[in-house]
């Protein structure tokens, strides 16, 4: 059965194949017929009535796309605020035909979509019947400013927008008749009139972002999806910018769940996850960002963070800073963001503080800990599994970014004596990115009270001969706190795949100091990160560091 969301006579498979080689259809150019009576067989009576009262006139200019944005999201918000109950369902006279439902517009647009279907006594004399149709009805008629008459080809509107096809197809007398009537606003006459003509032409002769918009919102109300997919297509083409890229994000949600506006929406999310992959950078803009930009952020894999634990301060902190009212926040947190925080890569210090967060409801956070446990306890192979599992649409909560400290995974024990069991994993890339003096450290760890890391580094050997691997282990600072602690280092290595000690001793720490090996493998640089080094298993370093506190 052909899909109604496709031209009839331009299916979106040829469409896409034409702008892929550069090619225009011509094949269904119809634009020679636009409006001329000798191709037409019925006439469009277009009435244009006043638009709701604006705090700032259509008539202000708007130099950027971010004054645009703002003039529009007001007067958007402003024209919900007083369309609530404006037009009874009387008015619209296709709500009573059959399957028409789907092709009004969405409750959530801006303005509704009203269609009237009426005869003529002759000729193209336009009559208007508001008159007859408002008899009995308790409500102020909106003022038609002026009207537009235009020829039309039922068969070529038809074969564009189901909206069109529905109402000259829908079996009744009305569809039989010649004249048909669309009420709009005046801030759509422009957008509508781009539409029409597409539906001849397959083009436009607008190229400005607000413009696009514009006519990318009368598509979706009219259904021509192929419209909205060439707006779509020349949108992704402009050069983005934050605001025009929210903007993007922020349109109703009929047009953001149309196939043909998500290549769009994902760039906008793309493009706002590059711009602000390193939000301590841009920290107060992010944290002026609304809701939908803040989440195209935290669902990217680059996002250049500490560790997780940041991320959770961060959403803790923007949603604090955006939502005064506790449990407007609860909802937010619990419904938009908490699925992008990926809590089983939080440390097992930050997930309790989790449990006693008063801005989660105590089932969210318990059901988001508990899940975050069960994952660490997993085997690796059972976490990789997870994670090869995990729907890309909606969370990638199972997937590990890019952590600016690696987490580890820690086993303690406190009988017979404090003791510590560290294992950290490094891949191939993250070792061959260190050289020639780079380092990694890992997430914190905690012993006896006290807070640990490790560091895994590219450097010179003690005769400055060759460059190697070297293993140290640090104490967070934290006063003047004297620790002794007995350590030791193991890596695994084939082909046993067994933890193998390299190296043991024990370091009196003092805040701040680090103790290790430099050449932990006894190798140099290049033997380690050849194809046949022993230590990397499938393409993976595996590394543990016991740690015990001497008495």
């Known amino acids: 059965m052909k899909d109604l969301n496709s031209d009839l006579f331009d299916p979106v498979t040829v469409m896409e194949s034409e702008w892929a080689h550069g090619g225009s259809n011509s094949d269904a150019d119809f634009g020679f017929a636009f409006n001329d009576s000798n191709f037409s067989d019925r006439i469009l009576r277009i009435e244009i009535m006043a638009d709701p ?76 019947s508001n008159d007859d149709l408002n008899l009995g009805m308790d409500y102020a008629e909106p003022a038609v400013v002026r009207f537009k008459t235009l020829h039309i080809s039922s068969p070529i509107l038809a074969a564009k927008s189901p909206f069109f096809y529905k109402l000259f197809s829908n079996g009744m007398r009305e569809s039989e008749l010649r004249h048909v009537t669309l009420r709009i606003n005046a801030s759509e006459e422009a957008a509508l009139m781009e539409l029409l003509n597409f ?156 449990l006693t967060c008063s801005d989660f409801e105590h089932d969210v956070s318990s059901k988001l800990v508990l899940e975050a446990l069960f994952f660490k306890a997993e085997v690796p192979h059972r976490q990789r599994s997870l994670a090869a599992e995990e729907p890309t649409c909606s969370s990638r909560r199972f997937l590990e970014r890019a952590y600016k400290y690696r987490p580890v995974k820690v086993v303690e024990f406190e009988l017979p004596r404090q003791q510590c069991v560290v294992y950290l994993d490094l891949k191939r890339d993250e070792c061959n990115n260190l050289f020639p003096s780079g380092r990694v450290y890992s997430q914190a760890f905690h012993l006896g009270g006290q807070g640990f890391f490790l560091s895994a580094h590219c450097n010179m050997d003690q005769q400055s001969s060759f460059h190697c691997f070297g293993l140290f282990l640090g104490m967070q600072e934290k006063g003047s706190v004297s620790f002794t602690v007995d350590y030791e280092f193991a890596a695994r290595s084939r082909p046993t795949e067994e933890f193998v000690s390299k190296y043991k001793g024990n370091y009196t720490f003092t805040g701040g100091k680090a103790v290790g090996y430099r050449n932990l493998f006894a190798i140099p640089w290049t033997s380690f990160m050849a194809e046949d080094c022993l230590y990397f298993i499938n393409g993976v370093l595996h590394l543990r560091a016991e740690l015990t506190i001497r008495h």
Request: glycine share 2%; aromatic share 6%; net charge negative.
């Open 53 to 128: 009262v604006d705090p700032q006139p259509d008539s202000e200019t708007c130099t950027t796309i971010a004054d645009w944005a703002r003039h529009r999201k007001r007067r958007r918000e402003d024209i919900k605020k007083d369309n609530v109950g404006d037009l009874p369902d009387e008015q619209i006279l296709n709500g009573n035909q059959p399957d028409m439902d789907d092709c009004v517009a969405s409750e959530n647009q801006d303005e509704e979509v009203v269609a009237m279907v009426e005869e003529s006594p002759s000729g193209d004399e336009a009559v208007n």
């Open 199 to 354: 539906m001849y032409s397959n083009t436009l002769s607008i190229k400005t972002a607000p413009g696009l918009l514009d006519v990318l919102m009368a598509a979706d109300k009219f259904e021509v999806a192929s419209c909205m997919r060439y707006c779509s297509r020349l949108l992704r083409n402009i050069a983005m910018t934050p605001e025009s890229a929210l903007l993007y994000l922020e349109l109703p949600s009929s047009v953001l769940m149309a196939e043909a506006v998500q290549p769009l929406t994902d760039a906008a999310k793309q493009y706002l996850a590059s711009r602000y992959k390193d939000i301590t950078k841009f920290q107060e803009e992010v944290m002026n960002l609304p809701l939908v930009g803040v989440e195209a952020i935290l669902s990217s894999d680059d996002l250049q963070v500490a560790s997780e634990d940041a991320v959770y301060d961060f959403v803790l902190k923007w949603a604090r800073q955006q939502y005064s009212n506790v449990e407007e926040r609860r909802i937010v947190l619990g419904s938009r963001l908490a699925r992008l925080i990926r809590f089983p890569y939080m440390t097992c210090r930050k997930l309790k503080k989790v």
